[in-house]
Structure formats: C-alpha cells, structure tokens
C-alpha cells in the first residue's frame, strides 16, 4: 500500500530565504510523485510532478522538487521564497504498478514572513 | 477549459439525513475521484470512475457512501443516514486519462456539516 509522510506540520520562512517543504513516501512499484498547493478559499492546484528521468523536477511559480530513491523522499525546494507563497502544500503519491489512486500526505503549512 | 465544477458549496444538514453531491468534471476528462479533506488533513481518497466504470473505492468507506458515474460525464455522490463524523469538504477531481504520471484537476469542494 501507498502511503505520504509530510513530517512538519508548518514551516516558517523570512521572505527572500530559501525554502524546503519535506516529503517521504511509500509504494511497491515505481513512484509517481506530486506537489500541490491550496491557497485560502481555493482548490487544490499542482505544482509539479515527478515521473522518471532527472531528479530535480521543476514546476510553476519556481518550486522545484528534488527525488532521492535511496531515501524516498521527495522534497519541494525554492529558492527564495515570498510572501505569496504562504499557502498549504500537499505531496501526494500514485504507485506505478497499476491503478490511478492518488495517495496524499497531511499537508505542511508555509508561513513566509516579510 | 471551464474547470471542475461542485455543487452545492456548501451543505448544512441534521443527523440522519441524505444528501447527494453533483461533480462536473472538466469535459474531455475520463477519470473522477472523490475526495474528503478534514481541517488539518490532506484529501483522503474515496473512489474513483474511468468512465462509468467504479474501478476502486476506498475500504474506509461505509456502505452509507454510494458513488454513480452513469453516463461517464457527470457524478454523484451520496451520503445515507448522515452522521456527524460525516462533517468535512468533499473534493472531486478530474483527470485526461493519459496515464499513471497525470495530474489531477481539483473543484472548490462541497463543505458538509451535519448538526
């Protein structure tokens, strides 16, 4: 079975710092890994995704995410963070053996301060 | 693209009633789920159609929670003999069906409470 782990439930960051928002995962088969965001009284947007190739995968608004196979982890990453960028943010798994369930962690709040 | 459609927003009910929850997926998307989202939790997966198929539904689902998908375009949601625990944001999404790497496309959810 699938499963997400997001370890902190917020992070806090000064604006213009870089950022990290940590993911570890669990799955049988190849991973298929995601981030997406949900801003306040909106739905939940993605942000990018992780399929096979190189590591370091880049999505919108300049998040990046870099994949580590030997720790699992999947780990969203700018860097220089802004206010705007306060928001939820959700890792989520699909496993790779079959079946489109998409897994997703609890969520980490990012609070970026000016 | 006009989005993930859900309605309603918002549903307030008693203890012990049904409800019923429309989705309108994104038009050419062949794949829904649902979802149920918490305060302080990520979307928990309920089920999910290719088409009009129901090809998987979450084991944590009761047999209260019923899902249709009749002619592979719009779908329903509902609730039998709603219970408190029942209170949460149910989210659908929809997706191309290209593959196990697509990403989903979420609507602004139907918040439920039930008093």
Redesign the interface.
Known sequence: AQS?A?PEDQVNVAEGNPLTVKCTYSVSGNP?L?W?VQYPN?????LL?Y?TGDNLVKGSYGFEAEFNKSQTSFHLKKPSALVSDSALY?CAV?D?TG?????????TRLFVKA | DTGVSQDPRHKITKRGQNVTFRCDPISEHNRLYWYRQTLGQGPEFLTYFQNEAQLEKSRLLSDRFSAERPKGSFSTLEIQRTEQGDSAMYLCASSRGSGPGEKLFFGSGTQLSVL
């Open positions: 997400v997001q298929y995601f997406y909106r739905g939940l947007q993605f995704k399929i959700f699909r790779g079946g489109f369930k998409t897994i997703f962690g609890a969520g």
